[in-house]
Nanobody
Framework: QVQLVESGGGLVQAGGSLRLSCAAS????????MAWYRQTPEKRELVASI??????NYADPLKGRFTISRDNANNTVWLQMNGLKPEDTAVYYC??????????????WGQGTQVTVSS
C-alpha cells in the first residue's frame, strides 16, 4: 500500500514563506513525476511538477516565488513557497506517479495540507 504524507502547511502573513513536504512510503518500485496541486472552492490547479531527472514545470503566475525539489532516494518532494500572497490560500495536495511493482504505475494523492495567507 502506497501512501503520500504531507506536512508543512499553516497560517502565514502575506510576504512570508512556508515549506511543504511530501513523503511517499510503502511498496514502491519506482517513482516518476511528483507534483503539487492546490485546490480552492473555484478550482484545482497544478502548482509545480518535477521529474526524476529534475526537470521542473511551474504554473506561470508562480514562477520565481515557488520552488519544487525532490529526493529520489527517499521518494520525497518539497515545495518552497516565498513571497506568499492571500490568493495563494488553498489546500495543497501532493501527487505522484508511482510504480508499486514493475507491472503498472498508479497516480497517488496526499491527504492535503491547508495553507492560509493573511493580508
Amino acid at each position: 500500500q502506497v501512501q503520500l504524507v504531507e506536512s508543512g502547511g499553516g497560517l502565514v502573513q502575506a510576504g512570508g514563506s512556508l515549506r511543504l513536504s511530501c513523503a511517499a512510503s510503502g511498496s514502491i518500485f519506482r517513482t516518476d513525476v511528483m507534483a503539487w496541486y492546490r485546490q480552492t472552492p473555484e478550482k484545482r490547479e497544478l502548482v509545480a511538477s518535477i521529474t526524476t531527472g529534475g526537470s521542473v514545470n511551474y504554473a506561470d503566475p508562480l514562477k520565481g516565488r515557488f520552488t519544487i525539489s525532490r529526493d529520489n532516494a527517499n521518494n520525497t518532494v518539497w515545495l518552497q513557497m516565498n513571497g506568499l500572497k492571500p490568493e495563494d490560500t488553498a489546500v495543497y495536495y501532493c501527487n505522484a506517479r508511482i510504480w508499486p511493482s514493475q507491472i503498472r504505475s498508479q497516480n497517488y494523492w496526499g491527504q492535503g495540507t491547508q495553507v492560509t495567507v493573511s493580508s
